[in-house]
Structure formats: structure tokens, C-alpha cells
């Protein structure tokens, strides 16, 4: 029933993409960026937030509103799962995506993602691909845009090592504002690379932002150690609820401590 009700949902996620993207495609020329953020992406969103509910029975809890500050922002989010690349936005005012190049080639979504200004970063490219990405984000920062980055940019199985990239310490170093660490446990519902979507709650929870002027070094370490020991948490209750239904993998870790690449950094 479980693989079905998957199935069901897979249909229904390409369905509404299929159908919002062929709706507003006539009149992408006409909207303003954030007239189509409004509407045909926040649409999208909450459509695909309801399939998720009444099909396959996810829903999420987000913890730490009240640490999302105002103003120009480098999110930072642990990232295992199709879910937060949608289930996120809504969070924020105006955020940009940071997402691979290959993604703006794809014909009409690539066309909707570049008229929402999403920041394309070519992942082979170096430092100059760095300070490419890097100039997108200072302009959109300059009208007041979220940037949001996953740091280990690909998707991670849930519990596995972290693999933290530059990037986002060089965003944080040439940026100057806060930085904003997200963790989740979105891998244990709806695990990458297959249909299989498991009944539960994902958990978020929104850190306390950690304020510019950090050495790069530093910004990692500490990035890293709040975001798996917050994610190492999530992890065990999602653990904890699914219960026999958990990745037969995982299983053994549902009452383990945090592994020493969590341990939290102190403040400075």
C-alpha cells in the first residue's frame, strides 16, 4: 500500500508541475518576478505540500520561526531530499535558489527558473564559477533576497557523513551577512533515488543564525557541527516514529548519540 499510495503521489507531483508550468507559460512574459513567485510557484508549492498529506500521509513541523531574522540572508540547509528544494520557500520573503547549471537547460522549467532569478553555479567550474555565483548573489541581496545554498550540494542519504563544500563559507566571507543553518530529516520519508515514500513527519529546525565576520575555516566547522548535531536529533526521533517501517539501515541508530562530527562548535 505504501509503494501504491508513492506511486500515486509521483504521478500527481509531475501532474501539478506539468500543469503549472503550462498554465503560466503565455504569461512569463508579462508577469513581474515576483507576480509569478505569488502565484504560480507558491501555487505549486501548497499543491504538491497537500498531495504529500492526503496521499502518502507527510506532513512536517517546523521548529525555530522566530530565528529566521529580517532583511538579506544566507540560508543554509542540510539537504537529503527532493521536499526542501519546494516545502522551504514558503519560510522566507524572497528567496533565491542556488541550483546547478544543468537545471537552467531544461526546457520551460529552466525558462520559469530563470525568470524567478534563481542562481545557476556551474559545480565543475572552479573559483571562477565561484565569484560568478557569488556576483548573482550580491545583487539579489541588494534588493533584499533570502540566498539559500545547500552546503554539501547534492542530496545526502539520511545519516550519512557530511561532505560540507566550500562555496558556502566563500559566500558567507564575501556576503557579510548572517547565515542561517537549517537541519532536517526529510531522507527518512522521501528518500532519494526511488518512488518509496514513508507516512510520517518531517522534521525542520531552524538554528539561531550565526552573524557575519567569521574566518572561512571557522565558518565551516561551526556550520557543519550545528547543523549535523541538530539533524543527528531529528534524525533519532524520525527513527523513533517510524519504528520497523525505518530504513533497515538506520534502525540501530534510533537511541544513538550524536557522532563526534556533530559536536557543537563554541561561540565566538
Not at 501548497?46 to 532583511?71: D, H, Y
Not at 553555479?121 to 573559483?127: A, H, L, N, T
Not at 557530511?162 to 558567507?172: C, E, N, R, S, T
Not at 556550520?223 to 520497523?244: C, H, K, M, T, V
Amino acid at each position: 500500500m505504501t509503494f501504491l499510495r508513492s506511486l500515486v503521489f509521483q504521478i500527481a507531483f509531475y501532474a501539478a508541475t506539468t500543469f503549472y508550468l503550462l498554465v503560466f507559460l503565455p504569461l512569463l512574459p508579462f508577469l513581474s518576478r515576483r507576480g509569478l513567485w505569488r502565484t504560480c510557484i507558491m501555487w505549486w508549492v501548497a499543491t504538491n505540500v497537500f498531495f504529500l498529506r492526503v496521499i502518502v500521509g507527510i506532513r512536517a513541523e517546523i521548529r525555530g520561526i522566530e530565528n529566521i531574522p529580517e532583511g538579506p540572508l544566507l540560508i543554509a540547509s542540510k539537504h537529503q531530499s527532493a521536499w526542501e528544494t519546494f516545502a522551504l520557500l514558503p519560510l522566507f520573503s524572497d528567496p533565491a535558489f542556488i541550483l546547478k547549471r544543468e537545471l537552467m537547460s531544461i526546457p520551460i522549467f529552466g525558462w520559469f527558473a530563470a525568470r524567478v532569478r534563481m542562481i545557476p553555479v556551474d559545480r565543475k567550474g572552479g573559483s571562477a564559477a565561484l565569484k560568478t555565483m557569488t556576483r548573482r548573489a550580491q545583487a539579489d541581496m541588494a534588493e533584499g533576497r533570502q540566498i539559500l545554498i545547500f552546503p554539501e550540494g547534492t542530496r545526502r542519504p539520511a545519516g550519512a557523513p557530511p561532505d560540507y563544500k566550500f562555496g558556502v563559507a566563500y559566500l558567507y566571507s564575501t556576503l557579510g551577512v548572517p547565515c542561517l543553518p537549517i537541519a532536517l530529516n526529510s531522507g527518512l520519508y522521501w528518500p532519494r533515488r526511488t518512488i518509496l515514500k514513508r507516512p510520517g513527519t518531517i522534521r525542520v529546525e531552524i538554528l539561531p543564525p550565526i552573524p557575519p565576520g567569521l574566518p572561512r575555516q571557522k565558518i565551516m566547522a561551526r556550520l557543519q557541527a550545528d547543523i549535523e548535531a541538530a539533524s543527528d536529533r531529528l534524525l533519532a526521533e524520525g527513527l523513533a516514529e517510524l519504528g520497523p517501517r525505518a530504513p533497515a539501515n538506520l534502525r540501530g541508530r534510533a537511541g544513538a548519540q550524536s557522532s563526534p562530527l556533530s559536536t557543537p562548535v563554541e561561540n565566538s
